[in-house]
């Protein structure tokens, strides 16, 4: 079955920087997203990046959030920068097989996910 694995979340304060990383195995992605899901909120898409390396964003995040490849590593990646308290939430990783068509989707398009990663920001 495949597998996603996210890491990289922890504290920051707000302002602060963190980057996400998503390793992907026993699936040949189309396309891959980043959601979250802040307590009591329902998930939250962010942001998706088709396998030819486009991305697209929910408005609230352009400019703060970039999400890339990073193919020395072959892992998915979420840079977020200028973090505030509103951005504490678990972060899920999803994947699937199919193309996105360069956009992000609903989540219930993505068929694999991963178990996600605590990001938890101070004021």
């Known amino acids: 079955d495949a597998e996603l694995v996210e890491s990289g979340g922890g504290s920051v304060q707000a302002g602060g920087s963190l980057t996400l990383s998503c390793a992907a195995s026993?699936?040949?992605?189309?396309?891959m997203a980043w959601f979250r899901q802040a307590p009591g909120k329902n998930r939250e898409g962010l942001a998706a990046?088709?396998?030819?390396?486009?991305?697209d964003y929910i408005d609230s995040v352009k400019g703060r959030f970039t999400i890339f490849k990073d193919y020395a590593s072959n892992t998915l990646k979420l840079e977020m920068r200028n973090l505030k308290p509103e951005d504490t939430a678990m972060y899920y990783c999803?994947?699937?097989?199919?193309?996105?068509?360069?956009?992000?989707?609903?989540?219930?398009?993505?068929?694999?996910w991963g178990q996600g990663t605590q990001v938890t920001v101070s004021s």
């Open positions: 026993r699936v040949t992605w189309k396309t």
């Open positions: 999803a994947a699937d097989d199919r193309p996105g068509w360069a956009a992000l989707r609903p989540e219930g398009f993505y068929h694999f």
């Open positions: 990046l088709e396998r030819d390396g486009t991305p």
